[in-house]
């Protein structure tokens, strides 16, 4: 059961990062939304979410913005509510993968699997950098002469 989940986190985080380029709201609403789907089967499956000091930090950064948007402190409030839903996410995904990945065989194939996309996607970007004339894949126009300038961009967290 465990393995299985794992793979659907694994499919999650790919999905981000093959979409990430994509101009929109939509790429981070889908993985938001396998991210939040991820920690609700854990929840339903009543598996054991671990403790701990990486946990109270998650929580405790959903916190403060929640906080903030209650008390009426941020100064831009859909802003402040794209933030505490990414930061949800992330806390979700970290606690389904920190519940799926408790047996070594399934931690070591998952993190196996993100280092061989991880390595794949690297040598992807290097030829397309040399030979997309500013495409994504070689098939969505980026408006940039170079992939990689789009590339940069969602890295910053640009849209």
């Known amino acids: 059961m465990n393995r299985g989940l794992a793979d659907a986190i694994t499919a999650v985080l790919v999905l981000g990062i093959l979409t990430c380029w994509a101009p929109g709201y939509w790429p981070v609403a889908l993985v938001q939304v396998g991210a939040f789907a991820a920690l609700g089967w854990v929840l339903v499956t009543r598996q054991p979410i671990g403790g701990g000091w990486a946990v109270v930090a998650l929580i405790g950064t959903v916190a403060w913005g929640l906080g903030q948007f209650v008390a009426g402190a941020t100064v831009y409030r859909l802003e402040t509510g794209k933030s505490v839903l990414y930061w949800a996410a992330n806390?979700?995904?970290f606690l389904a993968a920190r519940t799926a990945c408790t047996a070594t065989v399934t931690r070591n194939r998952f993190l196996r699997g993100l280092l061989w996309f991880g390595s794949l996607v690297s040598l992807l970007v290097v030829v397309q950098y040399f030979t997309s004339q500013g495409k994504v894949f070689w098939l969505f126009a980026t408006g940039e002469t170079q992939?990689?300038?789009?590339a940069a961009r969602c890295a910053s967290g640009e849209r």
Request: glycine share 0%; proline share 0%.
């Open 91 to 93: 806390a979700s995904i």
């Open 147 to 150: 992939v990689a300038t789009s």
